[in-house]
């Protein structure tokens, strides 16, 4: 068992190492920081679009059609053959409404992942640590079942305790 305290905080940062691999103090480092740690990382705008959409849909009770698209890429000028869907001006308010609340949603989240990583520009060798780390196939690195922590076992081992 391997414990240390954070130089900032009186809390104790604990690892628990039960598997036969040596973790340099730099792993140690980043693993101190816990299970919860959040890495850099970015938005899926794709996931938060479609997500938007689903909750425009809920909430104004507009029921999702199938459309055949096929229609739109043969003869996208003829407007005369294809559905064309009219929204009430409380829709369209809704979805103005939305769509200006995602993209200042999108503004915020990029504000603050940059200046993360400006704050923190360790964080991408922390990245490269853990990427190393989860690449290892010969250690399990979970937490503890109970309170906080970061605990490492081979691999092996949890798995023929797991099949008895």
């Known amino acids: 068992m391997i414990n240390t305290t954070d130089k900032n905080t009186t809390e104790p ?8 691999r040596n973790l340099a103090e730099e792993e140690l480092r980043v693993l101190e920081k816990g299970m919860s740690y959040n890495h850099s990382c970015t938005v899926n705008r794709s996931k938060v679009i479609s997500n938007v959409e ?10 999702k059609e199938s459309i055949d698209f096929k229609k739109w890429d043969e003869d996208p000028d003829d407007i005369a053959n294809k559905e064309i869907r009219v929204l009430e001006p409380k829709q369209l308010s809704l979805a103005a409404d939305l769509k200006s609340t995602t993209e200042k949603f999108f503004q915020h989240a990029q504000m603050s992942i940059k200046m993360r990583k400006d704050k923190n520009l360790n964080g991408n060798h922390d990245d490269k640590i853990l990427l190393k780390l989860s690449k290892d196939l010969s250690i399990l690195i979970t937490k503890p079942d109970k309170g906080r922590g970061v605990v490492i076992l081979d691999r092996n081992d949890y798995i023929e305790k797991l099949e008895k």
Not at 13 to 20: A, E, P, Q, R
Request: no cysteine; net charge positive; hydrophobic share 45%.
């Open 54 to 63: 689903y909750l425009f849909h809920q909430a104004s009770k507009i029921p």
């Open 13 to 20: 940062k604990v690892v628990w190492n039960f598997s036969n």
